[in-house]
């Protein structure tokens, strides 16, 4: 059993998915929330930034760390690792075989071990028996248009003990091109009997309700429809709930969202850093508002928190951004 606020999942997403951003998508309802991907080899050697990546946000009670790893030692050493210094944080490991970098397939990771089943399994086995709590795995369609596996693997995924699987529905040559193959994922939900998480191309609430509609599957996956719009987890799960959709997030939910993303991002990782990463995601948030082409072009060059915070003031002169400032806790 995967314990879980609700089966609407934040998808891990490298670069993306830091605890500042996990805490605002878990506060729009996330029902579990992962890490982006983190080199299980990475952790071994003590990497320090790696360490960074698998701290639990403050609110986050349901957290999965998503490992990528080729060898089941440094897979398993990991595991004990983390299970050792979160003790009793981690709701889930997920293995990652879907993602499709050369700098990862590369090194027979990702993507990469959709060709190799037999290894795959014996990452799995190694990962489930190292573990206290489950164990997923995310995959794709398979590798290309004439190796699609996703049934097969699923298959393998659930001997191997594996407790749920998370499959988008492309293939590693599609990267993220193309559409999302809904089909694979409801003919991988009829072959197994472990629970199967959807993923791929929902980018409103009613992509959610299709995906569930068209796969049977038990749960989804958001990844870049969260992108600046962590609005879309309340809004799937209002319409879910009543079959009507949600309204729309205000300016002033925005901007909070901006602010307090940001506030905790610099508590993390100091101002520099912080400020740097938040430039793409400003822009994602600053996405359809008027003016948006020139907000995002001074998004793009912010260095300090004030930079955020005289960009919103521009862009939402309706606002009274210091008193939202003073609604902020983190
Ligand atoms: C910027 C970015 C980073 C990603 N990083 C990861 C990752 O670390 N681990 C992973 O399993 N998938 C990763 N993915 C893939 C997503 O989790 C997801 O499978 C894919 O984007 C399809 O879902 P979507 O259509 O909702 O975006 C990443 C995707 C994007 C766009």
Redesign the pocket.
Known sequence: MIKCRNNIFL???????DAAFRRIAIEQGAGLT?T??VSAKGLKYGNKKTTQLISPAANEDFFGV?L?ASDTNSLKQSIEMIQTIHEGAVSVF?I?M??PAAKVTNNGEGSALMKEPKKASGIIAAAVKASSIPVTV?FRKGWDETSVNAVEFAKMCEESGSAAV?V?G?TRAQF?SGH?DNDIIAQVKSAVSIPVIG?????CAGDAVNMFNETGCDAV???????GNPFIFREILHLMKTGSEAQPPTSAEKATAMLSQAKLSVVEKGEYLAMRQMRKHASWYLKGVRGAARARDEAVKMETFDDLVQLISKVFPELDVTELLNSISI
């Open positions: 998808a891990p997403m490298a670069g993306v998915t992962y982006e991907m998503q990528f997920d990652n879907g993602c995310k998370a988008h492309r993220y999302s993923n791929g191309d929902i980018f996956m958001v990844a870049r429809g969260a992108q």
